[in-house]
């Protein structure tokens, strides 16, 4: 098992990209209002912070993004440090602008790609977590609502898709291009020794919030653990007691297994070390002992072990040629969120928001055409 839930990853990544729409003008009343009333309003107001051809972004859009990042971070076991709360609402803002521009320029075909997409990953998102109560309670601690989690899906779906429309589209990577990295890169495409191990999880914790069962619930699943490990001993199908009985959403459906290599070799995908360390050490078709790890009991069973070995072009030229594309779209988003904010008369009115031009969204550069998917992940390698 993973040392991070991808889905938590992901909409971590998600909150931090996209935010709500604009909110609507609040309604003006024609009397004029006693002084004391008025310095009362405009210490609440939910001001305008920018504007562009089209929208406003107000203070409570800014104040709901900041507080969902917070909430984010400590889903992750992590903190926002308030030294840094300028610079990350600068950040935010930004974000806000690029989104509602993005959102601004899409077609009906962005849209309808972007429904689609959007669909697909609350799907898979809902498949991640063990029960609805579990998603349920992900969503809280993430600081959103279903709808909150569903309006920033689809508005980073429909920007994707007018990033792949306008800028995506019109990169392109040569067949010689792919095979000139992959023979300038060797060591990216040598396959370190891999294993294939299957597993059933019997969970110690609540996966969906990372909250710690009783020392009584543990013992429990320590029984049910003996039980599930006494019949595998005995020959049972493992594919069959992984669907049973194991806690593990992400790799029940493919019959618990995940093809990986040490940590030190591939830190990417690593596992604990405990399931490392067992898997490793057993023989093909070899079941475990009781593991025991931060996520609970586990039930090993290697299907195979993969040597050491250089993956082959046709293998890899996909992922090499994606992660180019990947990496040169990337390079130039800072200059075509520039130009979609001038083109947008965009205007920061608070001074201390404002971000210089080519900041926009804080993405990195390359140093080099390295591409980030250039190497297989561990699944993939282990395919045959």
Known sequence: M????????LIGALSFATFSTPAADQPQTKSKPAASTLAAGNLFADKVLAKGKGFEIRKSQLDESFIQLKANAAARGQTVP????????ARLLDRLVITQILTNKATAADRTKAKEGAEKFIADYKKSTPTEEGFQRQLKALGMSLEQFQARVMEQAIAEAVLDREVKAKVTVSDAEVKQYY??????FEQPEMVRAAHVLIATQDLATRTEFSDDQKKEKKVAAEKVLARARKGEDFSALVKEFSDDSGSKDRGGEYTFARAKDDPQHAMVPEFEAAAFSLNTNQISDIVTSQFGFHILKVNEKIPARKVELTKVSEDVREGMVRDRVQRQLPDYFDKIKKDANVQVLDPTLALPPTKSAELPVAPAEKPSSGKPDAAKLGDK
């Open 183 to 188: 023979d300038n890169n060797p060591k990216e």
């Open 82 to 89: 308030e030294t840094q709360r300028g610079l990350l609402e």
């Open 2 to 9: 993973n040392k991070t839930i991808p889905a938590v990853a």
